[in-house]
């Protein structure tokens, strides 16, 4: 079904500290997955993408790895930084006519950062 | 590039009176996403526009309507508003070459308040 926002999971890290976010995925025909970043008052912030065809991208201080197997998407954040601190969700594209522009949600995250 | 534009940022409205919502997509993106975002849900799509034609659609009542323009630009509209549809309206611009399988880039959102 659509993403559930009731209970987010949190995630509390010292500055410098290396994080992982967690999401799993439901549908076995997604082939798109996104990576966002929402902060207090702003819209979702794009940090990073991975196809299908892929099991892991690396951006700046971001790594994004799609275990397919196990339906399964994680964020590694190097070296976080007080300006990570947001929400993070990760959304997934179907494959198929049916599929144009929706992106379905997860929960999204709470990771918050200690300096 | 300028990003995407949402007007207006913030609205008051009463229950049964109607509203208009607006995104202006980054120049050049062919197609835009609108989602309700609110705390119990999360970020749920409500539908897609692709020259000026409506792809998708997501689980919303009839209440919740879109068009888009010749320049890309799109307008949602929801009427006989009800308590429950308070919420942040965002908007994402989508470059509509790849069939769906694009990146979102979000605007800052409308959030609507219904007294």
């Known amino acids: 079904g659509e993403s559930v926002g009731l209970h987010l999971p949190t995630l509390s890290v010292q500055e410098g500290d290396n994080s992982i976010i967690n999401c799993a995925y439901s549908?076995?025909?997604?082939?798109?997955f996104i990576w966002y970043k929402q902060e207090s008052g702003k819209g979702p912030q794009f940090i990073i993408d991975?196809?299908?065809?892929?099991d892991k991208r690396q951006g700046q201080r971001v790594t994004v790895l799609l275990n397919k197997t196990v339906k399964h998407l994680s964020l590694q954040i190097a070296a976080t930084q007080p300006g990570d601190s947001a929400v993070y969700f990760c959304?997934?594209?179907?494959?198929?006519?049916?599929?144009?522009?929706?992106?379905?949600f997860g929960q999204g995250t709470i990771l918050t950062v200690h300096p | 590039k300028a990003g995407v534009t949402q007007t207006p940022r913030y609205l008051i409205k009463t229950r049964g009176q109607q509203v208009t919502l607006s995104c202006s997509p980054i120049s050049g993106h062919r197609s835009v996403s609108w989602y309700q975002q609110t705390p119990g849900q999360g970020l749920q799509f409500l539908f897609e526009?692709?020259?000026?034609?409506?792809?998708n659609k997501g689980n919303f009542p009839g209440r919740f309507s879109g068009r888009q323009f010749s320049n890309s630009r799109s307008e949602m509209n929801v009427s006989t508003l009800e308590l429950g549809d308070s919420a942040l309206y965002l908007c994402a611009s989508i470059p509509g070459s790849s069939g769906g399988k694009e990146t979102q880039y979000f605007g800052p959102g409308t959030r609507l308040l219904v007294l």
């Open positions: 526009y692709f020259s000026e034609t409506q792809r």
């Open positions: 549908n076995s025909a997604s082939d798109y």
């Open positions: 959304a997934e594209n179907r494959a198929g006519g049916t599929s144009y522009g929706k992106l379905t």
């Open positions: 991975i196809r299908s065809n892929m």
